[in-house]
């Protein structure tokens, strides 16, 4: 083994040791489920109500970075302007397509810093959906979409997949918008079976990342075990208790 080999295997290795770490399996057509044992261990914090609201935040942040990372891998580059760095000039990659995080109002929101730390140039576009506590179904009360399409692509941003309700109608929303099914990734934490099921059916076109597929959907329209409300655990602690 010479030396120039020996020097570059042993800055290869670590980098493709590191990369594969980012192991996401695709369980079926167009979902994946991570098998990250960082991600893992950041759930478990997540998971636990003990969490303070700003370890919440600390730790959704994290997971969005490390889930972000594999959502965007297969976005397109082209070359953009020509650069100098302290050597020499050079042409600089640039994303080909014009990219929407869309944070579902408000656990969504959770999402939304990491993401523009992975793609500082991505449009923010805001969708207000509740689920209706009696029958489940959501209620849209916030869409300012302009009236045609100005991105390529959207990510949508929503923590938690339950009945799959919710993600089924924000898909819905960007489709009639003028968003193809192919250019929609769903990114969430912890999805319900039944969700991820429910979703897949109404839109199989989607591709869909997860941190995590809980097994139980309770009669209250619960993940069990699950985060609980990501959205009241952002914010509050003591709401946590009507859980216990």
């Not at 010479?2 to 670590?14: A, E, K, N, S």
């Not at 339950?162 to 192919?182: Q, Y």
Request: glycine share 6%.
């Amino acid at each position: 083994m010479g030396p120039t080999f020996y020097r570059l295997f042993t800055r290869v290795l670590p980098l493709y040791l590191f990369l594969s770490c980012f192991n996401m399996s695709p369980s079926s057509t167009n979902l994946y489920v991570s098998s990250h044992p960082v991600i893992a261990t950041k759930l478990t914090i997540l998971r636990d109500k003990n969490s303070s609201p700003k370890l919440v935040r600390d730790t959704m942040r994290d997971l969005t970075v490390l889930l972000g990372y594999e959502v965007t891998k297969d976005l397109e580059l082209q070359k953009g302007e020509t650069l100098e760095s302290p050597l020499e000039s050079f042409q600089g990659d640039v994303l080909k397509e014009k990219i929407a995080i869309v944070p579902i109002l408000r656990s969504g929101l959770g999402f939304v810093d990491g993401m523009l730390n992975l793609i500082p140039e991505a449009h923010v576009l805001h969708l207000g959906l509740f689920r209706e506590k009696m029958s489940l179904q959501p209620v849209e009360y916030y869409n300012k979409l302009p009236s045609s399409p100005n991105v390529d692509s959207c990510i949508v941003l929503d923590p938690m997949i339950a009945t799959g309700n919710t993600a089924i109608a924000a898909v819905h929303i960007l489709k009639e918008w003028g968003i193809p099914g192919d250019k929609i990734r769903f990114m969430g934490l912890v999805a319900s079976k039944q969700g991820v099921e429910n979703l897949q059916e109404a839109h199989p076109d989607i591709t869909l990342y997860l941190a995590a597929v809980d097994e139980v959907l309770d009669s209250h329209g619960y993940i069990r075990p699950g985060i609980g409300d990501s959205g009241d655990r952002l914010v509050c602690h003591l709401c946590f208790a009507c859980f216990d």
